[in-house]
C-alpha cells in the first residue's frame, strides 16, 4: 500500500508537486497520468526517495519511507525508470539478477528467476537470456525492465512510462502482457504515463495531475462519466464513450451464438429459426470454420455452398479482449456481428454491434460487472 | 576468447620476446651501428651495458606509472562523486598545468627538495602522467549514461556498489586508454632523467648528443621507441580485456 499525504516538493519558487494526497490500496493499479512536466515522475522519486519532498508524509505498506534507510526501502520496491537503464554491461540475465545478487540470492535461484520472469514477459530465455542490452529493441528493453523491477518480488512496483519507447503496436501488446501479469500477481502499482487510453486500459484508480496538483482521483469509469473539472473533461478528450468501450471485456457482453457442425450445415435453417440471421461453422474440436447467411439459403441448394470459411485469427476476437477491440474489428470487416473465440480458436460467442452500442451509452451496468470480477 | 584476440596476443608475447632478445644481442648493434658509422671509435656506449638502460629506464617508467594510476584514478574517481564534485575544475586544472611544464623546468624545481637521482625524476614523470589518467577517468565515468546511474541507485545500490558494479566497468575502457596515453608520453620523458643522473634509456642519448656520437644516440633512441610501441601494444590487450562484452 501506499499513501501520500499532502506532498509537496520545491524546486526554487515552483512547486513541482503541490499538496498531493493520495492512496493506492494493496494489489491495485493507480495510474498517475498528466501532461509532461505536471510532476509525475518527481511524485515518482519521491516515493522511493531518489527525491526528497520538502513537505508531507509518504507511507509504504505502512511505514514512513523517511524512517527507512534508502536501501532498504528500495530493494522492496520494484522500480521500471522511464529511460529504462539496463546496465550495458551485463547480460540480460544478470540485469534481471542486479536486486536479487543484492540480497544475496545464490546463483541457481537467481538463474531460474530469471529464466521465470523472462516467460512471464514473454521473452524466450533461450534467446534472451544471454544478450545484452544494446542488442535488444526498444520494446524488448522495456520488458526486461520490467522484469528486472519483478525480479525480488516487490510488493510495491513504481512504473515511469514503462512502455513509452514502444510503438502503438507492441504497446497495445505489452499492456495486454501487463494486465495479465497484474490478474496474476496482483501487486500495488502506481504507473505513470501520459497516454490516456494506457490509463483507462490498466487502472483501477486514476490520478489525474496538472501543474503539480491533483485534479481527479478516481476510477476511469468515474473519470469518464464525471470528469471533475474542464482540464480533466478535454484532457480525457471528446470519444469518452469510446474509451469506455476499453473497460468492457468481450466476455461481459457476448451471447451464445447459433451454431451447427460442420458436415451439418443442413440444419442451419433450424437453428436459426428465423431469429438469428448467421450461423456459425464449427469444427469437431469446436474451433470456427466460417459462418452461414440463411438469407442466402435457398430451398433446393446444397446448403454448404453457403458457408463462408474464414481464418479465426483473422474473423473473430478473444473472449479476453476489450469491446473496443470487438468495435474496430467489426468496422474493419464490415460486420454487425463478429465471432468470440478462446484461446484455442474455439467458438465461445458472438458480440453484436447493438451489444457494443448499448455499452457505450450505458455502459455502467457492464462496468460495475467487471469491478466485481476483478475485487472477486 | 575470439580468435582475433587470441592472435594480437601473440602477436604482442613474441613482440616482448623478440625485444629481450634484441637488447641482449651486444653483437648484432655492434655490427650495426659499426657498418652505419664506420668512422667511429666507440658505437655502444661503454658506461653499461643495453640492457642494463633498459631496466633503469622500465624502473622508471614503472614506478612513476604505477603512482600515477594510483594516485590518477582515485583523484577522478573522488571528483565525479559528490563529496568531490566542487574540486573537479581545480584538479582538472592542476593536472592540467602540470602537463604544460616542461618536464626539465619539473626536474629543476624538484631537485632542491628532492635532490638528484632517482625520486626527483619519479616526481616529474608523476606529475607529467597525471592528466591523461584523471581526465579520462572523469570522462569514463562521467559518460555513463544517467539513467544506468539512476536505476542502479533506484534499486537499492549503495552509491559504492553503483561506482564498483556500474561505473567503473562501464568507464574501464576510457581510463585503461588515458592510462596508455600516460605511460607512452613517460617512456618519452623519463629519457630526461639521465640529465640528473637517474641512468636510463637517456643516458646514451644525451651522453651521444654531448659528445657528438649518433650511433650513442641511435642505441638509446631506438630501443626507447620500440619500448613505447611494445608497451602501447600490451596495454592495447588490457584495454581489450576490460572492454566488457556489451555482445
Ligand atoms: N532537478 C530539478 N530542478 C528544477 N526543476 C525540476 C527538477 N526536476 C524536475 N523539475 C521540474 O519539475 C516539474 C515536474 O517534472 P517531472 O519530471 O516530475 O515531470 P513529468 O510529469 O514526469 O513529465 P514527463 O511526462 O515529461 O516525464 C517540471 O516542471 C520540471 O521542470
Ligand atoms: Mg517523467
Not at chain 1, 204 to 229: C, T, W
Amino acid at each position: 500500500m501506499i499513501r501520500l499525504e499532502g506532498v509537496t516538493r520545491r524546486y526554487g519558487d515552483e512547486l513541482a508537486v503541490d499538496d498531493l494526497s493520495l492512496e493506492v490500496a494493496e494489489g491495485e493499479v493507480c495510474v498517475l497520468i498528466g501532461p509532461s512536466g505536471c510532476g509525475k515522475t518527481t511524485t515518482l522519486r519521491m516515493i522511493n526517495r531518489l527525491i526528497e519532498p520538502s513537505g508531507g508524509s509518504i507511507m509504504v505498506n505502512g511505514r514512513n519511507v523517511m524512517s527507512m534507510r534508502p536501501e532498504e526501502l528500495r530493494r522492496g520496491l520494484g522500480y521500471v525508470i522511464q529511460s529504462i537503464g539496463l546496465f550495458p554491461h551485463l547480460s540480460v540475465e544478470r540485469n534481471i539478477g542486479v536486486v536479487p545478487h543484492l540480497l544475496g540470492w545464490d546463483k541457481q535461484r537467481m538463474a531460474e528467476r530469471a529464466r521465470e520472469l523472462l516467460h512471464l514477459v514473454g521473452l524466450d530465455p533461450e534467446v534472451y537470456l544471454g544478450k545484452y542490452p544494446r542488442q535488444l529493441s526498444g520494446g524488448e528493453a522495456q520488458r526486461v525492465g520490467v522484469a528486472r523491477a519483478l525480479a525480488a518480488d516487490p510488493p510495491v512496483l513504481l512504473m515511469d512510462e514503462p512502455f513509452g519507447a514502444v510503438d502503438p503496436l507492441n504497446r497495445e501488446r505489452l499492456q495486454a502482457e501487463f494486465a495479465r501479469i497484474q490478474r496474476e500477481l496482483h501487486k500495488t502499482v502506481l504507473f505513470v504515463t501520459h497516454d490516456i487510453d494506457e490509463a483507462i486500459r490498466l487502472a483501477d484508480k486514476v490520478a489525474i495531475m496538472r501543474d503539480g496538483r491533483l485534479q481527479q482521483f478516481a476510477s476511469p469509469e468515474e473519470v469518464l462519466n464525471h470528469p471533475a473539472n474542464k482540464f480533466v473533461h478535454d484532457f480525457v478528450g471528446a470519444d469518452r464513450a469510446l474509451k469506455r468501450l476499453v473497460r468492457v471485456r468481450v466476455e461481459d457482453v457476448m451471447r451464445s451464438p447459433a451454431i451447427v457442425q460442420e458436415g451439418s450445415e443442413e440444419l442451419a435453417f433450424r437453428v436459426a429459426a428465423g431469429r438469428r440471421r448467421f450461423v456459425y461453422v464449427i469444427d469437431a474440436a469446436g474451433k470456427l470454420v466460417g459462418w452461414m447467411d440463411t438469407a442466402d439459403l435457398e430451398p433446393d441448394m446444397d446448403p454448404a455452398e453457403a458457408l463462408t470459411r474464414v481464418d479465426p485469427a483473422q474473423a473473430s476476437v478473444r473472449s479476453d479482449a476489450s469491446l473496443r477491440d470487438a468495435l474496430s474489428r467489426m468496422l474493419g470487416l464490415g460486420f454487425r456481428a463478429i465471432a468470440v473465440t478462446d484461446d484455442k480458436c474455439r467458438l465461445v460467442g458472438e458480440v453484436t454491434f447493438a451489444a457494443v452500442e448499448e455499452a457505450m451509452t450505458e455502459g455502467d451496468e457492464h462496468i460495475t460487472n467487471i469491478a466485481e470480477e476483478d475485487a472477486g | 576468447m575470439s580468435r582475433r584476440r587470441t592472435i594480437a596476443i601473440a602477436v604482442t608475447v613474441a613482440g616482448a620476446l623478440a625485444f629481450v632478445w634484441l637488447i641482449n644481442a651486444t653483437a648484432l648493434w655492434e655490427f650495426a651501428l659499426r657498418a652505419l658509422f664506420p668512422t667511429l671509435r666507440d658505437v655502444l656506449m661503454p658506461r653499461d651495458t643495453l640492457a642494463t638502460f633498459v631496466l633503469q629506464h622500465l624502473a622508471l617508467v614503472g614506478t612513476s606509472s604505477v603512482l600515477t594510476i594510483a594516485v590518477g584514478v582515485p583523484l577522478g574517481i573522488w571528483v565525479t562523486r559528490r563529496s568531490g564534485a566542487e574540486f573537479r575544475s581545480l584538479v582538472v586544472a592542476g593536472t592540467d598545468l602540470g602537463q604544460t611544464f616542461p618536464p626539465v623546468a619539473v626536474l629543476a624545481l624538484a631537485m632542491p627538495v628532492l635532490g638528484f637521482g632517482f625520486w626527483p625524476t619519479i616526481m616529474a614523470l608523476f606529475i607529467y602522467g597525471l592528466f591523461p589518467v584523471v581526465s579520462a577517468t572523469i570522462a569514463g565515468i562521467e559518460a555513463v549514461p544517467r539513467s544506468v546511474v539512476e536505476a542502479g541507485v533506484g534499486m537499492g545500490m549503495s552509491s559504492s556498489q553503483v561506482l564498483m558494479r556500474a561505473e567503473l566497468p562501464l568507464a574501464s575502457r576510457v581510463i585503461v586508454s588515458g592510462i596508455r596515453t600516460s605511460v607512452a608520453i613517460n617512456i618519452g620523458t623519463a629519457t630526461v632523467g639521465a640529465a640528473i643522473g637517474t641512468g636510463g634509456l637517456g643516458v646514451p642519448i644525451i651522453g651521444g648528443l654531448a659528445v657528438q656520437n649518433m650511433a650513442y644516440v641511435l642505441e638509446g633512441a631506438i630501443p626507447a621507441a620500440l619500448l613505447a610501441v611494445l608497451a602501447d601494444s600490451i596495454l592495447a590487450q588490457v584495454e581489450s580485456a576490460v572492454t566488457v562484452a556489451e555482445g
